[in-house]
């Protein structure tokens, strides 16, 4: 029923930047949180930076002070500046939204965008 559809993967040179996108859609009460994950071959999924709504954002210390989390709550979308990025940025992202309906609690994720960043 939800829908979340991420772009603005690519790859970038270390020191250069990126924006991803990720737009929410379909049977949606009421948004909780939205943010963004990422994983690395091999390695864990990991938190990069989350927002509740009307509270508390939350960034991973390995990108705080170069990435920023923002949203626009009226069109359902998140997004993720990325700034002098790394090599180990690398990642696949994944869009992650915690949303209310019909009185319940949903947990949606995106199918992940890759991001490269060449040294």
């Known amino acids: 029923q939800v829908q979340l559809v991420e772009s603005g993967g690519g790859l970038v040179q270390a020191g250069g930047s990126l924006s991803l996108s990720c737009v929410a859609s379909g049977s949606i009460f009421s948004i909780g949180l939205m943010g963004w994950y990422r994983q690395a071959p091999g390695k864990q999924r990991e938190l990069v930076a989350t927002?509740?709504?009307?509270?508390?954002?939350t960034y991973a210390d390995s990108v705080k002070g170069r990435f920023t989390i923002s949203r626009d709550n009226a069109k359902n979308t998140v997004y993720l500046q990325m700034n002098s990025l790394k090599p180990e940025d690398t990642a696949v992202y994944y869009c992650?939204?915690?949303?209310?309906?019909?009185?319940?609690?949903?947990?949606?994720w995106g199918q992940g965008t890759q991001v490269t960043v060449s040294s």
């Open positions: 927002k509740i709504t009307g509270g508390t954002t």
């Open positions: 992650n939204l915690h949303h209310w309906r019909s009185g319940l609690k949903y947990v949606d």
